[in-house]
């Protein structure tokens, strides 16, 4: 997840400004880089966390802990950085909620007021710690522009900035014509309303069959909803007529598209597909870490911290190449009890990582632990994982706290037969 944080003690906010010597330079990938076009809309979710300076250094002085969630005293987290309202009417209003958690494990949080010109936050009631809650959000556009601004939101927990952008059309303006967009498969002709696909699948979207008496101008395309621990963005290609979309882990995604032709006319209606993305079918167990660093001003970039995942098989020993899979051992052979590969690695940012266990036969049990290998100057990371067997999901350990690097989280204990998971003995320790 792509985050910006406003720590209120000056110095934590310097701590995102270079990348540690012990990053893991030969493990290597691309970017995640967003690309917008056409002032399209930014897909990235994205998050601002706002505490204090005491929260902050006594999160990083915790060495040792096991299953803490959250930070003691006021802490907010909105999870959007950048909100699009896409075009609205002159004398007309829309209103989006924006996502807010409470990260706090004590403290009550408020929001009291936030505006910015034709933007409005209204007053939400109090959040109670380690709770989410929406905030509206309302874009009110007085004249025909493109609007641009930064919201100031002020909480119990301190004052954040959150972007916001939409499109003011005068109705005077618009062709009584409107275009009817469409979103097809390339190639096709018919519009397509739902899809199913695998993680790490790419999909390949196109905007080519829209129905206008005038040219299309601009292309809208908004990922309106995606799992949580997704950090899959749209990548727009073609002046926005096009896009792909690789979804990084199962569940849901969304997508909404806004078309603006010459003739200053918007679409009566959005379009919009629905895409249910599942695990890989060639994989007996599947376990996916994701991150998520509250310091990290861009978790897209290739500047980042470096969480790894290892799966240990019975004969083996956490970090020693052997039985233990992770980066420096990518692929375990098992002979008749199939093959456990890494077959997705981040080094740089909020993952995934992935570990596959293809045709297992022997009913034993794996352990599952996660290394924080590198935080780059950028502190605490919250991690996330899940467990799917056969395509179920059979485990979810969401936004467990490690305080720095060299903590090990020793999460569970699987059977890739069954997919039956022991987190009894679930512990933070320093080192393996």
């Not at 540690?20 to 880089?33: E, F, I, T, V």
């Not at 009417?89 to 909620?97: N, W």
């Not at 890989?280 to 978790?299: F, M, V």
């Not at 067997?389 to 090990?408: S, T, W």
Request: a negative charge; one cysteine or more.
């Amino acid at each position: 997840m792509k985050q910006i944080t406003l720590l209120l003690a000056a110095a934590m906010l310097l701590i995102a400004c270079g990348e540690s010597p012990n990053k893991k330079l030969d493990k290597s990938g691309p970017a995640n880089n967003d690309n917008n076009v056409n002032n399209a809309v930014d897909n990235n979710a994205n998050n601002v966390v706002v505490n204090n300076a005491n929260n902050a250094n006594n999160a990083n002085n915790l060495n040792n802990v096991n299953n803490v969630e959250g930070v003691s005293g006021p802490c907010v987290t909105v999870l959007e950085e950048t909100v699009s309202f896409g075009i609205v009417l002159v004398g007309e209003e829309l209103t989006i909620p924006v996502g807010v958690q409470n990260c706090s494990n004590d403290t009550p949080l408020q929001i009291m007021v936030g505006s910015a010109g034709e933007f409005v936050a209204e007053p939400m009631s109090e959040i109670a710690p380690m709770s989410r809650d929406d905030l509206p959000v309302t874009f009110r556009p007085t004249s025909e522009n493109e609007f641009d601004r930064d919201l100031t939101l002020t909480t119990s927990a301190g004052t954040i900035m959150l972007n916001v952008k939409g499109v003011g059309l005068d109705r005077g303006n618009i062709d009584a014509t409107c275009p009817n967009p469409r979103i097809s498969l390339p190639g096709a002709t018919d519009a397509q309303l739902n899809l199913e696909g695998e993680v790490n699948s790419t999909i390949a979207l196109t905007a080519e069959n829209t129905v206008s008496e005038y040219e299309i101008t601009n292309y809208f395309w908004t990922l309106v909803a995606k799992p949580s621990t997704s950090s899959a963005a749209i990548l727009e290609i073609d002046g926005g007529r096009d896009i792909t979309l690789t979804p990084d882990v199962a569940g849901n995604y969304i997508i909404e598209l806004m078309v603006l032709d010459s003739g200053r006319a918007t679409d009566c209606d959005t379009a919009r597909i629905d895409i249910e993305i599942s695990p890989s079918n060639t994989a007996n167990l599947r376990i996916e870490l994701t991150w998520d660093t509250p310091a990290d001003t861009d978790q897209t970039d290739d500047i980042g911290t470096d969480l790894d995942i290892h799966y240990l098989h019975p004969s083996g020993t956490f970090n020693v190449e052997g039985y233990d899979v992770f980066w420096r051992k990518v692929k375990l052979e098992l002979g008749g009890d199939g093959v456990a590969e890494l077959v997705l690695d981040d080094v740089n940012g909020a993952g995934p990582e992935v570990i596959e266990h293809r045709g297992a036969t022997t009913s034993q049990n794996y352990n599952v632990g996660v290394y924080y290998y590198a935080d780059n100057g950028m502190g605490a990371s919250y991690a996330t994982l899940r467990i799917f067997h056969n395509g179920v999901l059979m485990h979810e350990y969401r936004d467990q706290y490690l305080a720095n690097q060299g903590l090990f989280w020793k999460n569970t204990m699987v059977d890739p037969t069954t997919g039956l998971v022991d987190t009894t003995a679930s512990t933070v320790q320093t080192g393996f």
